[in-house]
């Protein structure tokens, strides 16, 4: 039987991270077709509302019922605007292990919200879930992302070389890709544990009935 990640909200300090609504089409739209968005991940540029909406309703749900996965839209507590997603695939049940990337709309970047949302999300991983292993990777060359591993604990384990496609702006205006290492990084729920063996600074979780 195929496990499930289920509807949740989890709440963080300045933070509520909750399942994709179509309420965030425009947002999510407008944050995909920023430069470091296109250059660092595959997302079809440009980016449309249209595909957006897609996303939401079919791709997000199907990947979550299907076990592989889970999209979750991260949100301003205060103001509930849409900063950034943190994505959950290549979800392995067996193995407890999961991957988990992260991307933050530009107006948000530079406030620690990809760090604060990332650690949130392998502590419900990791207490709630009972996952064992959570897995990172970022391109060679996005400091940035790495960053946001070394800052919630992960650990580096080695470079998977040639694996990663960037993109980079050719004369024209358009998009080419170049081949770059993936940095692999990792999480266990030891490297979250204080001293006195328990998870830190546990975050509130929220169950959802049924997705939006």
């Not at 933070?15 to 609504?21: H, K």
């Not at 660092?40 to 449309?48: I, L």
């Not at 004369?171 to 979250?192: N, Y």
Request: hydrophobic fraction near 40%; proline fraction near 4%; aromatic fraction near 8%.
């Amino acid at each position: 039987m195929t496990s499930t990640f289920p509807n949740i909200s989890i709440s963080t300090e300045r933070l509520v991270l909750r399942p994709l609504d179509t309420d965030d089409v425009p947002a999510l739209a407008e944050m995909m077709n920023d430069e470091q968005v296109a250059a660092w991940t595959d997302t079809p540029q440009p980016f449309t509302e249209q595909a957006a909406r897609t996303w939401i309703t079919e791709h997000a749900p199907a990947e979550r019922t299907a076990g592989r996965g889970l999209d979750l839209a991260v949100t301003e507590f205060l103001t509930q605007r849409l900063v950034g997603i943190v994505r959950l695939t290549k979800t392995d049940w067996h193995v407890r292990s999961t991957e988990l990337s992260y991307i933050i709309a530009p107006w948000a970047r530079g406030e620690g919200y990809a760090s604060e949302a990332a650690l949130a999300t392998a502590q419900w991983l990791f207490g709630d879930q009972k996952l064992e292993r959570v897995e990172l990777r970022t391109a060679a060359d996005n400091t940035a992302s790495q960053q946001v591993a070394q800052k919630i604990g992960c650990i580096n384990e080695g470079v998977l070389r040639n694996a990663c496609i960037a993109h980079v702006r050719t004369e024209d205006g358009g998009w080419t890709d170049v081949r770059t290492d993936f940095i692999v990084w990792s999480l266990l729920p030891e490297d979250l544990e204080g001293a006195d063996g328990q998870p830190a600074d546990t975050a509130g979780f929220t169950a959802y009935t049924d997705w939006n």
